[in-house]
C-alpha cells in the first residue's frame, strides 16, 4: 500500500479529501498524516517519508513552490489540489504527476492517484528508465495500432493519425489525406493505447497528434490549429499539461 499525506491549510478540506480518497482510492494509498503550513509540512515529510503527497498550492506562509525549494531532496511523487488553475505550467515543471482543480472531480482524482502508484511502482521496481528508453528509441513511424472498427480489427501506422475525436462511445480518427476511421473504442482505451510522447488529450472531446501541432492561440480559451486546419480547443483543466508539454 503507497503511504501519502495530504498538505492544506483549510481544515475542512482537510477533511473533504480524506473522506474522498478513503471512499474511492482506498484500495491504492492510505493517507499517514497532514499538514497545514510549510514549517510542519516539511517537519512531516522528513517524519514520514511518503510515497505521495496531495499538495495544495496556496498554503499559510507561503505557497507549496516555497516548501519544495526548502526540501534537499524531492523523493516523492506529487499531485497538486487548487483553486487556482494559473500554476499548471510551474506544476508541470516540478514533475507532478497530475494537477486537479478544486473543486474536486472524483474520477480525475482516482486517475490521478493510479497514475502516482504506477510511477511509484516503477522507480522501485527499477524499470523506469529502461522504459524510457525503450520508447525513446523506438520508431514511432513502423509503430500501429490495432484498432477495433464494425466489421474487425484496423491497423494504422501512428503516423497516419492527425487527431481524434469522440463521438458517444466511440471515436473518429482524423487522419492525413482527409480520410476518417469510426473506432468502437471511446477516447479514454485510445488514450492508453497510443504513444504518450506524440499524443495528448487536449479536452474530454480531443486526442491530438502533436507532430501535426501548427500553431496554439494563447488565452483564457486556448485552441490550437492544426496542420489540416482544424480547429481543437483546449480545455481549461488539460492546459497545465498541454502548455508543459510545449515547453519539454
Not at 68 to 88: D, M, P, Q, V
Not at 135 to 163: A, W
Not at 243 to 248: A, C, F, K, Q
Amino acid at each position: 500500500m503507497i503511504e501519502a499525506i495530504h498538505i492544506e491549510d483549510e481544515p475542512r478540506n482537510l477533511q473533504l479529501l480524506e473522506n474522498l480518497v478513503r471512499t474511492y482510492c482506498g484500495d491504492l494509498v492510505t493517507l499517514v498524516g497532514n499538514a497545514r503550513n510549510i514549517k510542519d509540512a516539511i517537519t512531516l515529510i522528513k517524519a514520514k517519508k511518503p510515497q505521495l503527497i496531495f499538495l495544495d498550492i496556496e498554503l499559510s506562509q507561503g505557497n507549496a513552490f516555497d516548501m519544495l525549494a526548502e526540501l534537499k531532496e524531492i523523493s516523492f511523487e506529487i499531485i497538486f489540489i487548487t483553486a487556482f488553475n494559473e500554476y499548471a505550467v510551474k506544476a508541470f515543471r516540478h514533475n507532478a504527476v497530475d494537477y486537479l482543480l478544486k473543486p474536486i472531480n472524483i474520477e480525475e482524482l482516482k486517475q490521478a492517484t493510479s497514475k502516482a502508484v504506477q510511477r511509484i511502482g516503477l522507480a522501485s521496481s527499477g524499470n523506469e528508465n529502461v522504459l524510457k528508453a525503450i520508447k525513446e528509441i523506438s520508431d514511432f513511424g513502423s509503430h500501429k495500432i490495432g484498432l477495433p472498427v464494425s466489421d474487425g480489427v484496423l491497423f494504422i501506422n501512428c503516423d497516419q493519425i492527425i487527431r481524434i475525436s469522440a463521438k458517444g462511445s466511440f471515436s473518429i480518427l482524423h487522419l492525413v489525406g482527409d480520410k476518417k476511421v469510426t473506432c468502437t473504442k471511446n477516447l479514454k482505451v485510445l488514450e492508453q493505447l497510443l504513444p504518450e510522447a506524440f499524443f495528448l488529450r487536449v479536452h474530454h472531446s480531443w486526442i491530438v497528434n502533436l507532430k501535426y501541432l501548427k500553431k496554439y492561440f494563447r488565452g483564457k480559451n486556448g485552441y490550437m490549429e492544426m496542420e489540416d486546419g482544424s480547429i481543437v480547443m483546449v480545455s481549461v483543466r488539460k492546459k497545465g499539461n498541454f502548455l508543459n508539454h510545449l515547453l519539454e
